[in-house]
């Protein structure tokens, strides 16, 4: 009785103090869908691999999305031109190279600084390496999936029409829906049409055309968006607080210490954890603290660079964007790399 | 797959009242001192503003529920979620009434061993931080003792220092019958990271007059003695007084 009562104490705990930043993640998403006008951004960007892969890992700043609204975006970015290396850096960076992110890390792991400094440093570097690996294919049709590809070669990006608007024709759908933000997820079990979370919004929702919309429509857009990231993703925030506490009063305390304090065993298991949490990084250096004092550092930031990067509620969406092998091939490289820089760390410094 | 107009409403309603929820259990924990059970105090305003925000939330969107004719809001019959229809939100409902049923529990003794006694009677996880050396021995509290020790860690030169300390009962399993072992939990970030550091107390009579869980201020002397095979500074306690548990129980 007593454990289940410290196991809830551990949940409430993490519930209270990611809550705050996850409703900031939330607003400050929403909030920014009216204000970053991505096609000048676009314009900017660089072509050059390694500084568009570099700049590409830091455009998070401007989008502070955790790695449920980065795939969108990366999908809309890639539509609109961006070199491949700037989509894919962003791709892997953006859900760790944000304010928000940062701040949450820095609170949850206040007594070790060089976590949060590694965490930042380590994503940048990874998504730089993978972004400027996938530099080499310029020829895009072989990596991304052939609607995109025929996309890409055949439409110029869609101007959003506000006649559009107000239609929902499933022809709609299969084009326009999905360069609007949000959150999304493939429907049907085949992995059917990916649908925005948030696809029951009237339809004032278009926010790629919202500038032109009065203060009133605009909030009520805001408050709705909001709403519905707050419910999706606090749920799963939910589970995996209760997983994390779970283990903390569950597992045997030797099977942890024996697990977490091998140089190679700590670090696979937090990238198998990782892959299964799936939990949203704004909140997800909490789920780690929960492990800080049994686990080795280095597979403490294994945690907190791969988790963001693979998410297994995204690889949907993904698929909705790369094919089957290059998804693999993104996952395979990031979780390796992250792998070695990990152990490096584990077996040379701390 | 066409839904009709009221479950949607009141998948709505019930988006509203999960936020709602969550926004008066945050700020209960505030109003009713609970906040420092479960996180560290410079993290209090935060939830505070965030509980203020899911309460503007809430009613903003209850408000927009309310003016709204119910076919407006009725949502595209295609809507997927990551969860089934009203998942979600039952699910932030449920934990917040949850919430608001369990009281959180001060960590206590089974935790502390939960944690492993081992570590308490070596190293801890405190890293030297910014304490002052030149306190007197006896006001130090007993976080104050394991930051000193950490940083200074030979356990003679604390002989005959005098102590003075607050903390709770732990029995570790393999210390003497003439020992307790007295113990704080620290926090760092919530109650998902705290870890106890304490200190070993050495009494004049058998362990059992102290139960576990017990608040003992204890008074005594710095000593060194071996236990579990390894010397550590101890306390010989001179006067025992049981203490309510603090308004307060961590350590930051």
Redesign the interface.
């Given at each position: 009785m007593?454990?289940l009562?410290?196991g809830?104490?551990?949940f409430?705990?993490?519930?209270?103090?990611a809550?705050?930043?996850l409703?900031?993640g939330v607003?400050f998403s929403s909030t920014l869908l009216f204000f970053v006008d991505e096609r000048k951004l676009v314009e900017k960007m660089p072509k050059n691999p390694l500084l568009g892969a570099l700049v590409g890992s830091m455009v998070g700043f401007l989008f502070p999305v955790c790695e449920c609204g980065n795939v969108p975006v990366a999908r809309r970015l890639l539509m609109q031109g961006v070199p491949t290396p700037v989509a894919v850096g962003f791709l892997l960076a953006a859900p760790t190279i944000n304010p928000i992110v940062i701040w949450a890390t820095w609170?949850?792991?206040?007594?070790?600084p060089e976590i949060v400094v590694l965490r930042v440093v380590f994503s940048l570097l990874i998504a730089t390496i993978i972004g400027c690996v996938f530099s080499v294919q310029t020829d895009l049709q072989p990596i991304v999936q052939p609607a995109i590809a025929r996309y890409l070669k055949f439409n110029p990006p869609v101007q959003p029409d506000a006649k559009r608007r107000g239609r929902?024709s499933p022809k709609d759908?299969g084009s326009s829906s999905l360069l609007r933000p949000g959150?999304y997820?493939l429907?049907g079990r085949a992995g059917g049409m990916p649908?925005r979370?948030d696809?029951?919004l009237?339809p004032a929702s278009d926010t790629s055309s919202s500038n032109s919309k009065p203060f009133r429509d605009k909030m009520?857009l805001l408050?709705?968006n909001?709403?519905?990231e707050?419910?999706?993703l606090?749920?799963?925030m939910?589970?995996g607080s209760a997983i994390?506490?779970a283990i903390?009063?569950l597992a045997p305390?030797e099977l942890i210490?024996s697990l977490g304090s091998g140089p190679i065993t700590s670090i696979l298991v937090m990238l198998v954890l990782a892959t299964v949490v799936s939990i949203c990084s704004t909140v997800d250096s909490?789920f780690a603290?929960?492990f800080?004092?049994t686990f080795s550092s280095g597979s403490i930031l294994a945690f907190l660079v791969f988790g963001p990067m693979v998410d297994i509620?995204s690889v949907g969406l993904m698929l909705s964007l790369f094919k089957p092998k290059t998804i693999f091939y993104l996952f395979a490289l990031a979780g390796l790399l992250t792998f070695l820089f990990t152990l490096f760390l584990n077996l040379h410094v701390i | 797959m066409t839904k009709s107009q009221i479950p949607s409403k009141f998948l709505s309603w019930l988006d509203v009242l999960a936020i709602t929820a969550w926004g008066v259990l945050l700020l209960r924990y505030w109003l009713t001192n609970k906040l420092n059970l479960l996180i560290h105090p410079n993290y209090f305003w935060l939830v505070i503003v965030a509980g203020i925000v899911l309460l503007i939330i809430g009613f903003a969107k209850a408000q927009e529920l309310w003016r709204l004719r119910p076919q407006v809001i009725a949502p595209n019959s295609q809507h997927i979620t990551l969860f089934a229809p009203g998942w979600g939100s039952g699910l932030l409902l449920t934990t917040a009434i949850l919430g608001f049923i369990i009281t959180p529990q001060v960590f206590a003794s089974d935790k502390a061993l939960q944690r492993g006694v081992t570590d308490l009677l070596s190293t801890s996880r405190l890293q030297p931080q910014s304490f002052r050396a030149s306190v007197r021995p006896e006001e130090r509290s007993l976080v104050d003792w394991v930051r000193t020790i950490n940083v200074y860690p030979e356990p003679d030169s604390y002989i005959g220092q005098k102590a003075k300390v607050q903390g709770f009962v732990i029995h570790p399993p393999d210390i003497g019958n003439e020992y307790i072992f007295l113990a704080r939990f620290v926090l760092t970030c919530c109650a998902a990271d705290a870890y106890p550091v304490g200190l070993p107390v050495k009494l004049g009579t058998n362990q059992e007059r102290y139960a576990p869980d017990t608040w003992l201020e204890v008074e005594g002397q710095m000593t060194t003695e071996t236990l579990s095979g390894k010397r550590q500074v101890t306390i010989a306690a001179t006067s025992l007084k049981k203490i309510p548990q603090p308004e307060n129980p961590y350590s930051y």
């Open positions: 007593n454990q009562n410290n809830f104490t551990i409430l705990s993490l519930l209270v103090e809550m705050p930043f409703l900031l607003l609170t949850a792991f206040r007594e070790q929902s759908k959150t997820i429907g649908t979370l696809a029951n009237t009520r408050l709705d909001s709403v519905q707050l419910r999706d606090g749920a799963v939910i589970i994390a506490a903390q009063v305390r210490l909490f603290l929960s800080a004092a509620k | -």
